[in-house]
């Protein structure tokens, strides 16, 4: 009974995460990690989908690695201070000016301290390559 609730739940927050990509009003990552914690408990098939895919697969393993490449925390900064900024003008209140900007501070940093991921993809002779297609991900949480 619980197994297509989960993977029904899971493809439409994969759905939704999807929009997210290209919409920045829509979160991606909360989605994708609610997809990956439902395929996990209905669908291997789609969980190992999830995690390998060539774009997705970077927000979960991210998330449980608990590291961003420098190019993405550039990109995630400059989206976020960008859409604070506009919001701020757009709602044109003095609280918005107050709030936004604090929870952005927050946001911006916990993404600076997140640990540095390379770039560059693993070689055939690191050990990350040998964990074969799927993104490794660590077990321990250490800020």
Avoid at 12 to 20: E, N, R, T
Avoid at 63 to 78: C, D, G, I, S, V
Wanted: hydrophobic letters at 45%; charged letters at 15%.
């Amino acid at each position: 009974m619980w197994k297509p609730l989960l993977i029904a739940v899971g493809l439409l927050s994969l759905v939704c995460g999807a929009i997210g990509v290209v919409l920045p009003v829509i979160p991606t990552t909360p989605f994708l990690l609610l997809s990956a914690f439902c395929f996990t408990r209905s669908s291997e098939r789609l969980h190992n989908y999830l995690v390998s895919h060539r774009i997705f697969g970077e927000y979960i393993s991210n998330y449980y690695n608990h590291a961003m490449t420098p190019q993405h925390k550039f990109r995630t900064l400059l989206t976020l201070w960008c859409g604070i900024i506009l919001s701020c003008f757009l709602i044109g209140a003095t609280i918005p000016w107050i709030i936004l900007p604090l929870i952005a501070t927050g946001v911006s940093i916990h993404i600076i301290r997140l640990k540095p991921r390379p770039e560059a993809t693993p070689t055939a002779s690191s050990p990350e390559a040998d964990s074969g297609s799927e993104p490794h991900f660590a077990d321990d949480h250490k800020a």
